[in-house]
């Protein structure tokens, strides 16, 4: 059992380990160059974008929750899964929806100008509070939803209790139900947070220049390999900056102490100025989910009419084909990976076991970026060996890239696994292990046939990850595998909305069936973890 999780810990842990070596040998002549440009710009403007994005979605995304979770109204399970749905709509996407209409050659901006005149003054939508509003309002799901998750298992009793002594329903929500969802809110928060910092489609819309689109820049512009590892290794700094600031105030929180059979907070009729912050959840879905699908069904219509269903590299069949193989590699691997590292971790009992389970996971608390470039400092690495056959390379291959998603995501496999292995009682094992069943047996014919719902718990929450993916796909993907998120950008980047419609409303489509699976799941009262 310690092997397995051995294995998977150094094909992890390489790739960082890989980046960190970088920054232990600094090149100055780049750190020079990059420090009398752009670096502290970039630097200053990707704390100001992190921190406001996190505050901001951290309270819609709150307020939001415990409206749904805590009151009772007309429409409220329907608006319950209508506040989640933003989250199968990228923010690059919407990213450019908002562009294209708010900005000064957009309708809005034509319209103003038609009535304020043409020197009139008119805000510019290529700046930071634009991007900033953007990625608000697409990631606050990852808050709401594991807020609702904590509303919604605070103990009647505790809820009620609280009501009598304050006195003041919002005095309870303040020093109960607040400090009771602190954990989940602060771990969506950190979600946001990283989501932010690897962001590089919606930033380089609205002309925000952070760190992770310096590396891009870096990358792509001046072909420069040394000084965007170096820029990654930053960013990969960044990161473990703001987990361990997660964990320090994880450290403190207070969650609901409720049992598993506790009774639940009941709901009650909404009303007076309540009503108003119902038209602000309903207005939060106008904008955030209707108003850019509806657009992107009007630019689908456009290019079917104009005939431009089709990008250089093929038609949406081709870029779906591309994204359903690199989704569906990566969540196989991921599966099948995860499963092995919580059946080891379960097997072996001891700290070296929950040490090499924890390293596992440690992927997904860094950009994507830093991760695809650890993964082409190794590859490349390997390549160079001669090790593999004459005239095979890993750097452009498949294999790569779904070596970085997995590395990247494999921690959204290993938990929901765990927490489906051990929900078999220990004397179940027990008894199979008496009847003749050996590990395999007992893994095969026992865990894994009563892990079935974890196990797609944990594909739906890869498959919505990966589906929208695009920073490490525009670093490591080979030559004809171009995905719907490849497309968007590269039609985006040029302004061309329309033709950006099709894949963009395909994605938000393919990327939506996850998020509904999630979304069924907690409506039945299952915990979903990221």
Known sequence: MAVVLGVTAVVVLVPLVALLSSLLQPSIDVWSHL??????????????????VTVGAAVLGTALAWLVAAHRF?????????????????????????????????????????????????PTVRSLPWAALVLTLALYPYVYLLALAAFRDLPAGQWETARVL????????????????????????????????????????????????????VWFGLADREAATELAGLLLLAAVAVLLAERRLAARRREA??????????????????????????????VALVFPVGRLVAWTVEAVRRGTTASAAGGIDHHLWSSLVVTGWTVLACVVVGVAVAVAARWGRGRRHRALAGATTLGYGLP???????????????????????????????????????????ALAVKPAEQAVGRVGRSTEDAARALGAGPAGVVGR??????????????????????????????????GVDTLPVWVWEASSDSRWVEAGPPALVLVAL???????????????RRVDW
């Open 35 to 52: 420090w009398s440009t752009r670096l502290p710009g970039m630097l200053v403007t990707t704390t100001v974008l992190v921190v406001g």
């Open 74 to 122: 007309p429409g409220r399970g329907l608006l319950v899964w209508l506040l989640a749905l933003p989250l199968a709509v990228p923010a690059y996407v919407s990213g450019f929806v908002w562009l294209d209409t708010f900005d000064e050659a957009g309708p809005v901006g034509q319209w103003w100008t038609g009535v304020a005149g043409a020197d009139s003054w008119y």
């Open 166 to 217: 304050s006195g003041s329903r919002w005095r309870a929500f303040r020093e109960v139900a607040l400090p009771a969802a602190r954990g989940s809110v602060i771990a969506g928060s950190v979600l946001v947070a990283l989501e932010v910092l690897t962001d590089v489609g919606t930033v380089r819309l609205f002309n925000v220049q952070t760190v992770a689109d310096g590396v891009f820049r």
């Open 257 to 286: 102490t409720g049992g598993r059979d506790a009774a639940r907070i009941e709901p009650e009729a909404i009303h007076g100025r309540g009503a108003v912050a119902v038209g602000g959840a309903v207005a939060v879905v106008l």
């Open 368 to 410: 994507g970026p830093v991760i695809a470039l650890g993964v082409l400092v190794v590859l490349a690495a390997i390549d160079r060996t001669g090790w593999l056959p004459r005239g095979t390379l890993l750097v452009g291959s498949l294999v790569g890239l779904v070596l970085a998603l997995v590395v990247r995501y494999l």
């Open 446 to 479: 026992v865990q894994l046939p009563l892990a079935v719902q974890g196990l797609a718990v944990a594909g739906a929450l890869v498959a919505l990850d990966v589906v929208k993916e695009l920073p490490a796909t525009l670093l490591l993907r080979p030559f």
């Open 511 to 525: 990327a939506a069936i996850p998020t509904a699976l999630l979304l069924r799941l907690m409506v039945r009262g």
